[in-house]
């Protein structure tokens, strides 16, 4: 059989930033026997699925479900709403928001990519994937672009891989301060279901997000959100697409069916997630994720580490982002701690490799298996001979007790 950890006992910690830890009420139903994606039963089972999802994305507007990863929705997103040439404003905020902007220039489009300048004199890290969008530099941008060439404004709410989120309300204001028509998309992989994520009362043209992160499925599909904007743009847009096309997609959905074999046994997990999600209410869901990164956060002060996040007021409550000391490679010290642990943390990506980890705080997790997490990279980091200032255990130990889920 095939053999998914290192440890002969025990569950493995999946404390990655996604994918996320799958609760068993989940996996049970992916488990049923799969059915005729064309036949009377799952209509009905679409359109539960397609008004959950709208709740979840807060919005009144269709919402396309894709059988593919998140960057399938990043391409759908583009590919519907944009013709060769077109330029777009993109903001560097980590190695996600670099991948989309790659994936843009790919498609034949023309990226600019605004960042904040300079290093960090703490850390040495670049300053601007350590904080969130500054919606100034993009009002000044578009200010500037008296033309209107620049067609859509696209930023990345929860960077999974810096711990930084965005305000996106932000960003939809200072577009309406310049008086700019540019579309605003926005990719919330890792932020829906787990940081406040409001698609119509912030304004997004189209939004991006995928299962494995605060849905708490396996990967596989991906997501767009739309608005009245983006759909009138994809019936101008020119650049080819036939399986990303959101018309026969949103015509078919009407009815609840899809216009190719979506992922039945996933769409059972998501019927599980979406119920799950509902019923524990979405103010209920974000502010069990803050807790618990406001519990990790604490042990991260204590071992006296920084946190790759430079500015509190934009803390992702999905991941936490851990500078190693100079000289500690993070990936090294996430090696050990797999192999000593059976524990696995997010690596460090594209610019801050090898300088910083991630521990993920979303999916099925609680308040002890935070600690054990916790408690692993202590060990750790103890074990790769990092002088730690205190126990962040213990200061987790101390937020979980002092303050009540
Ligand atoms: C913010 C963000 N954007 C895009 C992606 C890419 O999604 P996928 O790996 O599902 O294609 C990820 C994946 O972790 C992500 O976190």
Known sequence: MLKLNSHPTGRHFLQIPGPSPVPDRILRAMSLPTIDHRGPEFGALGLKLLAGLQQVFQTRHPVAIYPASGTGAWEAALANTMSLGDLVLMYETGHFATLWQKMAQRLGLRTEFLAEPGACPETGLPVGWRRGVNAALIEQRLRGDGGHEIKAVCVVHNETSTGVT????????????????????????????????????????????????GLMLPPGISFNALSPRGLEASTTAKLPRS??????????????????????????????????????????????????????RAAVRAWGLPIQCADAAVYSPVLTGVVTPAGVDADALRTLIHERFDLSLGTGLGKVKGRMFRIGHLGDSNDLTLLGTLAGCEMGLKLAGVKLAGSGVQAAMDHFAEHRG
Do not use: C
């Not at 939809?172 to 540019?182: E, K, L």
């Not at 078919?252 to 046994?265: H, R, V």
């Not at 059972?268 to 990790?296: D, I, K, T």
């Open 166 to 213: 965005s305000d996106v309300a932000a960003v939809r204001r200072a577009i309406d301060a310049a008086g700019h028509p540019a579309l605003l998309m926005v990719d919330t992989i890792s932020g829906l279901a787990s940081a406040d994520y409001r698609h119509d009362e912030w304004g997004v043209d189209v939004a991006i997000s995928g299962s494995q992160k």
């Open 243 to 296: 399986y990303w096309a959101w018309d026969e997609i949103v015509e078919m959905n009407k009815t609840g069916y899809w216009p190719y074999t979506p992922s039945t046994n996933l769409l059972y997990g998501l019927h599980e997630s979406l119920q799950m999600l509902l019923e524990q209410g979405l103010e209920a869901v974000f502010a069990r994720h803050q807790r618990w990164a406001a519990g990790v």
